[in-house]
């Protein structure tokens, strides 16, 4: 199996996670979906994350889903599992069980909580104590309701935590804490892999200002995979003229509570899902929201063949 080494580059999507239209798990729709990843240039992938519904699926949908998609994947990419939680037992206890079902990191987020840098940094301690030598990325998501970790304490907690090799940077606006980052790591820091999310918004930027790829969902992932392709082979320019295609889309998926029922909606239209059922609460698009997404997509698809005729 793929192992997690913090030196990743590229998207690892964030999985959507499949429902049956009466709301129950589609492990069915899995091997389907994880091909379809695949074919558009993920160098992994993340199950049970925040935009993967994990806070809607039982502990035996979760760990079902987690096996089924390790299974599907077969090495061919390392598969990284969400487990935060509000205890450090449930994180750990759940981190064990997805790294003996395969996972080859576990996602974490400290708890919102928290109050300070040093009950920050203890608890990030703890955490790697108990997780002995299990690879793991710190999720710094402060408009999620974690805590703030600016780049002195998230360089602390990198020291006091070996086992913590990448950060999934969400902080908003968060470009210059990346500066701040690269800048303490020439000065003698521990390096960590930096991966971006926030659905992608603000990606070529944040490569450009030294993160190596994306860990992030958005309903057409090759184009955040061709971005951090073109950023790597120092083509600024070109992954910029190819992301302000996709921002209308991009920007209509940020929408708070809707965003999550957009993405399914042209993932099932995309052929990914087989339906684009969403378990939370009045998750259903309106007939005026299906025909706006509709059609910013025909115009993506009239800028791209525009772009390639």
């Not at 710094?140 to 974690?146: A, N, R, V, Y």
Request: hydrophobic share 45%.
């Amino acid at each position: 199996m793929p192992v997690w080494t913090g030196r990743e580059r590229g998207l690892v999507a964030i999985v959507a996670t499949p429902f049956d239209e009466r709301g129950g798990l589609d492990l069915s729709g899995v091997d389907r979906l994880v091909e379809w990843y695949l074919e558009r240039g993920v160098v992994g992938l993340v199950v049970l994350g925040q935009m993967g519904e994990a806070a809607e699926l039982t502990s035996d949908e979760s760990r079902a889903f987690l096996r089924q998609i390790v299974r599907r994947v077969g090495g061919r990419v390392p598969v990284v599992a969400g487990v935060s939680s509000r205890g450090l037992v449930p994180i750990t206890t759940f981190a064990n069980e997805a790294v003996a079902e395969g996972a080859a990191a576990v996602m974490i987020a400290p708890p919102g909580t928290l109050r300070g840098d040093d009950a920050v940094l203890n608890w990030c301690r703890e955490l790697d104590q108990r997780l002995e030598d299990t690879a793991w990325i710190l999720q710094d998501f402060p408009l999620g309701g974690g805590p703030p970790m600016s780049a002195a304490l998230l360089c602390a907690i990198a020291e006091a935590c070996p086992s913590m090799l990448t950060l999934k940077h969400e902080d908003w606006p968060g470009l210059d804490k990346i500066s701040a980052l690269r800048a303490q790591e020439k000065a003698g820091a521990r390096r960590l892999g930096i991966l971006c999310g926030n659905g992608g918004l603000f990606l070529p930027h944040e490569l450009a200002r030294g993160a190596d790829g994306a860990m992030t969902g958005f309903a057409f992932p090759e184009m955040l995979a061709d971005v951090c392709r073109l950023v790597g082979e120092g083509r600024l320019d070109a992954a910029l003229d190819l992301f302000d295609l996709y921002l209308p889309l991009l920007r209509y998926e940020q929408q708070p509570r809707l965003g999550l029922v957009v993405r399914k909606y042209l993932l099932w239209r995309r052929g990914a899902l087989a339906s684009p059922k969403a378990r939370a609460f009045g998750a259903e698009l309106s007939a005026e929201t299906r025909a706006e997404v509709d059609l910013l997509v025909h115009r993506l698809e009239r800028a791209l063949a525009g772009r390639h005729g």
